[in-house]
């Protein structure tokens, strides 16, 4: 299984950006994926993730500073997973990673969890 994310960039405060992350690779009918983000000396951290059970989704996961602005997607047909990421805040800015656990039944919020990174991307948000 491969993960490539993209879609970051240098934005402003209150602007939009939208992350993808292309799979590739079989996938079990069941498992995890998330979105992670990285700032300078800070720990790695799970921003939004959901869950996936015989192919439908089961539970959905947003970090309390994301809720309501930020939104995780999946588009089957192109097996791509997106961040909608709106209204950014400057404390938003990180390396962004997208993450798969295979063998995942609930959420994890560790990233020692997930077993499968895409590269990073970078988003940067100016005040």
């Known amino acids: 299984v491969q993960l490539q994310a993209s879609g970051g960039g240098l934005v402003q405060a209150r602007d939009s950006l939208r992350l993808s992350c292309a799979t590739s690779?079989?996938?079990?009918?069941?498992?995890?994926m998330g979105w992670f983000r990285q700032a300078p000396g800070k720990e790695r951290e799970l921003v939004a993730a959901t869950s996936w059970r015989a192919w439908r989704i089961s539970d959905t996961y947003y970090r309390d500073s994301v809720k309501g602005r930020f939104t995780i997607s999946r588009d089957n047909t192109k097996n791509t997973v997106y961040l909608e990421m709106a209204n950014l805040k400057p404390e938003d800015t990180a390396v962004y990673y997208c993450?798969?656990?295979?063998?995942?039944?609930?959420?994890?919020?560790?990233?020692?969890?997930?077993?499968?990174w895409g590269q990073g991307t970078q988003v940067t948000v100016s005040s």
């Open positions: 993450a798969l656990d295979m063998q995942g039944r609930v959420i994890a919020t560790s990233p020692d969890r997930y077993e499968y």
């Open positions: 690779g079989r996938t079990t009918s069941s498992y995890v």
